[in-house]
């Protein structure tokens, strides 16, 4: 991520956009050769394939459109952007995931994503948003398990409840 | 006229002191269900199936009209106060009643949406009692390439979600439209980008990815700009009612959502996200305010939220006149008849006229229930936006995932939920509009399939498009909408609001 | 719900009950996967023997789980995997889940699993709007012959039980079932729609779904697909009209791979037991279910032959690659 400042003078190659428009391309490839893959079964009218190739096409067209932008600089203005507060969310939902995954259960997945995000607007009280966090989803948990009869993912925690 | 009678029948049996608890108790848990995105009325209703069929089928059918009412309210709410749309019908409310509330507006936001959905809700209602046969008739004209052609008109309206650089609106539409071709292909059965990851083959879910773009995407973006300035959240700005001016602003949006939903509702696929796009266009070309769209215009909270809940009374019409489920929530009532050996339908007006009655005459009585249980609800809702900033955040992250837990507990869908939080994140940072992904992945399955339902039907002839009248009367349509905006600019607007 | 006393309270209640029965099945904890999401069949068929089986007696308590996806391939390849040699638990599934396991060309199929029962099964009808030419099942017979590609089916999903007996009823008449122009519409509602607008020459479907419309007159039957009349039904066979097509949307119950042969005749005998129990029935005659019990070996072989069968007719209209 190129964090160009907001007095960015026009008319200055986007390296942000020219990647952007190299993965629009990218994408449209990824679209035909799936496309390709597809066998036309259908007897009548139009088979699978026809519209990913439609699709492949304008998002080719607009990778040339995006790319011609940032060539030009004719992209927004960005403003800088903090990396650390970013990364600590998704390190709370690439916990969020790897507990449920692992059968850790709800309680304490949810309770790793809420401590995390907290952190990253600012927070520091981790024991306490823990606590908080635990509460809170072993609330929503019995909500859902008691009232719903939905069974979220079940954890050690939860087969205590 | 026989329907009075009817209607006046049927709000006696309304009435009784058990079926206005049924009712109460179903636009609670409705409205309860409805904010948790992910889980709609419809997986309300089977889940209440098994325990509803003790009760009596008019109390039970009662309670599940309440539910279905509900839901579609407390999408909305949620839409408005955290961008977290409680279902794909509320994702164009969240567009500009987001804003509202950041910008201390959420109380009229709300409000608004509640008188919206009543206003709504009643006039369609009353359109079901009444123009039923007569709607339900033209509605099954509708073939699949009427569909499309309906599709093509809200392809040319979406353009109003664009922002200011067609280039990147049509780079967001696009994306959608790639979305949508993730899956199984619903005409032959073969998987399309799937990758062979079989969690892939059902598709994207519009929940998950609305829930990711819209919710995570905001919160990481929030959080990545923090150190910029400490963005106050200020739960009241000015009044936190209505005032007169945003009561002026809302009426005609409401009537106007309200012609756009009860009609496509009544469409065996027409659907509640059509109107909804239909309307916030429609608003946005419409209003006096163009440059507030984007920041927080009134009308385009008014004018969707109308037409969501006018497209909920709408589904009720092929339902209960032909027995058509057109909605999930709708095939859920329709087991909840069949449970009791009652098939709706054209019969059922003729053999339980007192129960038909009584459903139409109950969702009169709900929704002014909704309308009394939400507003109070107003300024409590609007003070949760004064939870600290890391906590109300980490609450909405937590809400957000919660709903795609309960309803796939997957690590893929997880993975996808995070994904698409990182996509909009980067998109709103590029400033690419994030509405269009949504629009392109809604509507590019459907205008996909009914195309080549219609081809298949017609062996490969394209001309089956004008053949139909209804067809090439919303193709004229789209045309003309397309062009309008160039021949315009060609009348010397050309540049005129380049910002 | 409460698990761990329920579990204290369960090894109590069969400590005294070991003493005064030998029946083992009165302390079964079992799980049961619906492989779709809340509120479709399968689901509403794992709710129902969830209710089934507690009100009966026959298990302590019964969790449903749900792993939708593809069909049910995604709940199977779990299943499989996950539930190897584990005697409390069982999965549902369905007629839908042969053809998505043939199409989504599934690591995992049904020859893994261990069948349990048939459960219930639904007669599939073949319909045309009431002012239709087409008055027989060998009137749209002979209009498939004459032009295979202008007879259109309105159904359900590619490769679902609708598009399979398209495909058989083409076959049965001597048409070229690889010619069907068979039409998938996503739900009931949406084929319904397009058969009463006479957008379609014909719809098919299981006959509860158009059994209003039917008797209201909007859709006439051609034909069902039972082996005999229905009872009570004036809507003739296709077998009686000289056309040999029998099929039926069928739901069942399997136990994971790798069970003992004793583990498999308590899970038998607790579904035998649950199918002939009143609450059963109860819940059969609210859903409109047909009864279709079907245990042991017999069924194992019912799902060997519909499997080869389905797989045939997916491979002829070209939705499997053979």
Not at chain 2, 282 to 299: H, Q, S, W
Request: glycine share 12%; proline share 6%; net charge neutral.
């Amino acid at each position: 991520m190129t964090s160009g400042d907001p007095a960015q003078p026009p008319r200055r190659v986007d390296r942000a956009g020219i990647i952007i428009a190299a993965l629009l391309a990218a994408l449209a490839a990824v679209l035909v050769f799936d496309a390709r893959g597809l066998q036309s079964t259908a007897m009548y009218g139009m088979g699978p394939e026809a519209m990913p190739v439609v699709i492949a096409i304008g998002l080719a067209l607009l990778a040339i459109g995006n790319f011609v932008d940032a060539l030009r600089g004719n992209l927004p203005a960005r403003e800088s952007s903090d990396p650390v507060p970013v990364v600590l969310i998704l390190i709370g939902l690439a916990l969020l995931i790897a507990i449920i995954g692992f059968g850790g259960g709800f309680i304490l997945a949810t309770s790793a994503l809420f401590v995390t995000t907290s952190a990253a607007f600012g927070r520091r009280a981790v024991l306490v948003d823990s606590i908080i966090a635990l509460v809170m989803s072993t609330l929503i948990y019995l909500a859902f398990d008691r009232l719903l009869t939905l069974s979220l993912p079940a954890g050690p925690l939860e087969r205590l409840l | 006229m026989d329907t009075f009678a009817a209607l006046a029948h049927g709000m006696a049996v309304a009435i009784q002191p058990m079926n206005l608890l049924y009712a109460l108790i179903g636009v609670f848990l409705g409205t309860a269900v409805g904010v948790l995105p992910g889980i709609g009325p419809a997986l309300t209703v089977a889940l209440l199936l098994p325990v509803t069929y003790k009760l009596d089928p008019g109390g039970s059918l009662i309670m599940f009209a309440g539910i279905y009412y509900g839901g579609m309210y407390g999408g909305s709410t949620t839409a408005i106060l955290i961008n977290t749309p409680g279902e794909s019908a509320s994702m164009a409310t969240a567009l500009e009643g987001n804003k509202m509330a950041k910008a201390g507006r959420g109380g009229p936001a709300l409000a608004t949406s509640a008188i919206g959905s009543f206003v709504a809700g009643t006039i369609a209602t009353i359109g079901l009692a009444f123009l039923a046969p007569w709607l339900v008739d033209f509605a099954v004209r509708f073939g699949p390439e009427d569909y499309f052609a309906l599709m093509c008109v809200a392809f040319v309206t979406v353009s109003a979600t664009f922002g200011d650089s067609p280039i990147r609106g049509l780079t967001s539409l696009f994306i959608g439209l790639t979305l949508g071709l993730v899956g199984i292909d619903k005409l032959t059965g073969q998987a399309r980008l799937a990758f062979g990851v079989p969690e892939l083959l059902d598709g994207v879910e519009v929940t998950t990815l609305a829930v990711g773009l819209f919710a995570l995407g905001e919160a990481l973006y929030v959080a990545s700009r923090r150190h910029h300035s400490e963005e106050k959240l200020e739960p009241v700005r000015g009044s936190l009612w209505m005032t007169k001016e945003d009561w002026k602003r809302s009426w005609k949006p409401w009537l106007r959502g309200t012609m756009f939903g009860f009609p496509i509702g009544a469409l065996p696929a027409g659907g509640a996200e059509i109107p909804t796009f239909l309307s916030y266009s429609t608003e946005k070309r419409l209003t006096k305010y163009p440059e507030e769209f984007g920041k927080g215009a009134i009308e385009g909270v008014a004018g969707p939220e109308a037409a969501n809940n006018a497209s909920a009374a709408g589904t009720l019409v092929p339902l209960l006149t032909l027995g058509l489920p057109t909605s999930a929530t709708a095939a859920m009532m329709l087991a909840g008849f069949q449970q009791y050996g009652l098939n709706p339908g054209p019969l059922l007006f003729a053999e339980r006229p007192d129960l038909v009655w009584g459903l139409i005459a109950s969702l009169f009585i709900a929704n002014v229930m909704l309308l009394v249980l939400n507003l109070p609800l107003v300024g409590l809702w609007v003070k949760l936006l004064a939870i600290p900033q890391p906590w109300l955040y980490a609450g909405i992250l937590v809400f957000a995932t919660m709903g795609t837990i309960a309803a796939k507990p997957s690590v893929v869908e997880l993975s996808m939920l995070a994904g698409f939080g990182v996509l909009g994140f980067l998109m709103r940072r590029f400033d690419f509009p994030i509405a269009p992904v949504v629009v392109g992945l809604i509507l590019g399955p459907i205008a996909e399939s009914q195309l080549r339902r219609a081809l298949a039907i017609s062996l490969g002839d394209p001309m089956t498009l004008l053949q139909s009248p209804i067809s090439a009367t919303l193709l004229g349509i789209a045309l003309v909408a397309l062009l309008a905006p160039f021949v315009l600019k060609g009348m010397g607007r050309f540049k005129a609001n380049e910002d | 719900m409460y698990r761990f006393p329920a579990r204290l309270v369960g090894a109590a209640v069969a400590l005294t009950l070991a003493a005064a029965t030998p029946s083992l099945a009165q302390q079964m904890e079992l799980k049961l996967m619906a492989p779709a999401a809340p509120g479709g069949g399968w689901d509403q068929t794992a709710r129902s023997m969830q209710q089934a089986l507690v009100a009966s007696g026959v298990a302590r308590s019964v969790q449903v789980t749900n792993v939708p996806g593809a069909g049910g391939s995604v709940g199977i390849a779990q299943f499989v995997n996950g539930a190897k040699g584990d005697g409390n638990q069982m999965m549902v599934n369905g007629f839908v889940m042969v053809g998505a396991l043939a199409m989504n060309k599934s690591p995992v199929t049904l020859e893994q699993v261990t069948p349990i029962a048939r459960l219930t099964e639904e007669i599939q009808v073949i319909v045309v709007p009431a002012n239709s030419p087409i008055k027989t099942a060998q009137d749209l017979a002979t209009a498939v012959k004459a032009d295979i590609a202008k007879v259109t089916f309105a159904g359900g999903s590619a490769g679902g039980v609708d598009h399979v007996m398209a495909a058989l009823f083409a076959g049965a008449v001597g048409a070229d079932a690889k010619k069907i122009n068979y039409i998938p519409f996503s739900g009931g509602g949406e084929s319904l729609a397009a058969i009463l607008g006479g957008k379609v020459t014909a719809g098919i479907s299981g006959l509860s779904e158009y059994e209003g419309q039917i008797k209201s007159g909007k859709l006439r039957a051609i034909g069902v697909t039972s082996e005999k009349r229905i009872p009570g039904s004036d809507i003739p066979t296709f077998k009686e009209q000289g056309i040999d097509l029998v099929i039926a949307n069928w739901r069942s119950v399997v136990a994971p791979p790798g069970i003992t042969p004793e583990q498999r005749k308590t899970l038998s005998d607790a579904v035998e037991k649950m199918v002939k129990s009143d609450a059963w029935k109860e819940i059969l005659k609210q859903k409109g279910w047909e009864d279709a019990y079907l245990g042991g070996d017999a069924f194992a072989d019912f799902l060997k032959k519909e499997t080869v069968r389905v797989t045939d007719v997916l491979k002829s209209v070209g939705l499997v690659k053979s």
